[in-house]
Nanobody, 123 residues
Framework: QVQLVESGGGLVQPGTSLRLSCVVS????????IGWFRQAPGKEREGVSC????????FYEDSVEGRFTISRDNAKNTMYLQKNSLRPEDTDVYYC????????????????WGQGTQVTVSS
């Protein structure tokens, strides 16, 4: 059974950094396009970043461009989201995802989800 398990969330101060990890099982990381979404209470899940399966291209939502970096370690079957210069508006539950074909920031196109990890940015 495909599983994605996030870790690394927590409470951090504005301006600091945090790295989220997502370990996947039952499939090889390089056979899927992978990424991260986030969701605030009462709001829709929105795409943050993704890595294309085909050529490793990366994509970012505008508000995180230059602050967040997505990466993967195929040997460890783990993906990461390095988050720098965190802001209070980055407070959300973050979900890793895997999609069979395209790299997507559209929640409806995702095939598999992790359970989510809470990130709270507050002083």
């Amino acid at each position: 059974q495909v599983q994605l398990v996030e870790s690394g969330g927590g409470l951090v101060q504005p301006g600091t950094s945090l790295r989220l990890s997502c370990v996947v099982s039952e499939f090889s990381l390089d056979t899927y396009s992978i990424g991260w979404f986030r969701q605030a209470p009462g709001k829709e899940r929105e795409g943050v970043s993704c890595i294309s399966r085909s050529d490793g291209s990366t994509f970012y939502e505008d508000s995180v461009e230059g602050r967040f970096t997505i990466s993967r370690d195929n040997a460890k079957n783990t993906m990461y989201l390095q988050k720098n210069s965190l802001r209070p508006e980055d407070t959300d539950v973050y979900y890793c995802d895997a999609t069979r074909v395209i790299c997507t920031l559209v929640a409806g196109a995702v095939d598999y989800w992790g359970q989510g990890t809470q990130v709270t940015v507050s002083s």
